[in-house]
């Protein structure tokens, strides 16, 4: 049985570009994927193949059981997609705006006000409620935006970077009202730069690089894969790099890693906190004096970066959106 998002092959190209290079998904009922990559992987692409924007090369996909390249339109009525549908209309309220999405979906006048006014109290927006969307600014914009994608629970949505650009507080206002989606049966696909929220939210991840899925799994499984945990220690002294080294070799499951001009010594262990504080009494039992020591456990990030060779990055101009705000 088919997930509720579900993609088999999906390959688009654009002139000399693969964007897309045989991709397949496959997101069970009520859970969040989150698709992760680099900039120019295909995340954008993959999800505007999915929802009937651009019609893939080859490939099939279906998303709530229905054929998306035999029923587009079908498709369109049980997703949601965040910026992208959403016409916000410049001359009306913030309020107006959401009501009127609530109206189009045949929503009753009394359930789609409520519904407003709660979005609009989610998303602080509250006190611009009744001024034109046109005198927003970016980041208030946004998450109107976001508001109006989530008047409906579509039981399928996908979300391309929603949080891009949103301050920490707006940001878990987001997560909030996903978590609630989901808990309500919704399946989401998600794209975010923030592995952190990927981490928080997801399910299942998928790593994409170059069109084509990488790896994927459960942030846990995918940590797991990356290896274990890991002591790092900063010697005080260049030249105790050395003892320092054999010491943490001895402790650890494999040879210490050493960046010189950092003085930072890593290896692989297993032992936890115990073994830890072991280490700390050979080091000093043998004279060395030490910066910094940790136990470090692997992060997304560690995975994105041993996955596809660069940090994950969040575009400046649009980090700055939020700063726009006035309220
Ligand atoms: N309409 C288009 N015309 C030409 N090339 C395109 C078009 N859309 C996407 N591409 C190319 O396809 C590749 C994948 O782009 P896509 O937007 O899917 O990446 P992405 O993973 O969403 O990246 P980002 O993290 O920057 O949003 C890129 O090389 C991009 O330049
Ligand atoms: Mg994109």
């Known amino acids: ?25 496959d997101v069970p009922e009520g859970t969040v994927l989150g698709l992760l990559g680099p900039n120019g992987a295909g995340k954008t692409t993959a999800v505007r193949c999915l929802t009937t924007l651009l019609t893939p090369d080859s490939g099939r996909a279906f ?8 029923h587009p339109n079908e498709v369109r009525r049980s997703i949601g997609l965040s910026g992208q549908f959403a016409a916000v209309d410049e001359y009306l309220t913030g309020r107006e705006n959401l009501q009127m999405v609530g109206q189009l979906y045949e929503m009753r006048a009394k359930e789609a006000k409520a519904r407003a006014g709660e979005l609009l109290e989610r998303f ?13 600014s970016g980041g208030m914009r946004r998450r109107l935006d976001l508001a109006a994608a989530l008047v409906v629970s579509p039981p399928v949505m996908f979300m391309d970077e929603p949080t891009t650009g949103l301050d920490p507080r707006n940001r878990q206002g987001l997560w909030e009202v996903i978590q609630e989606l989901v808990a309500g049966g919704t399946t989401l696909l998600l794209t975010t730069q923030y592995l952190e929220e990927a981490d928080h939210l997801a399910h299942d991840i998928c790593v994409v690089d170059h069109g084509r899925v990488i790896a994927r799994g459960t942030a846990d499984q ?29 402790f650890g ?3 210490a890693a050493v960046e010189r001009h950092t003085r930072k010594l890593t290896v692989p262990v297993t032992g936890g906190a115990k073994l830890l504080a072991e280490v700390i009494r050979e080091l000093d039992t043998r004279g060395i004096e030490i910066d910094d020591i940790g136990l470090r456990r692997p992060t997304l990030d560690d995975v994105f970066i041993s996955l596809t060779g660069h940090m994950a990055e969040v575009r400046e101009e649009e980090a700055e959106v939020e700063k726009e705000d006035a309220s």
């Open 1 to 25: 049985m088919p997930g509720a998002i579900y993609a088999e092959g999906l390959v688009k190209t654009f002139g000399d570009v693969k964007a897309l290079d045989g991709v397949d998904l």
């Open 253 to 255: 499951k494999g040879e």
């Open 124 to 136: 602080h927006l509250t006190d611009a409620a009744d001024r034109p969307s046109k005198t927003y």
């Open 222 to 250: 995918l940590k797991a894969q990356t290896g274990g945990e890991r002591v790092e220690v900063v010697v005080h002294e260049r030249d105790h790099i050395a003892t320092a080294r054999e010491v943490l070799s001895g």
């Open 63 to 70: 998303v709530a059981g229905i054929d998306v390249l035999k």
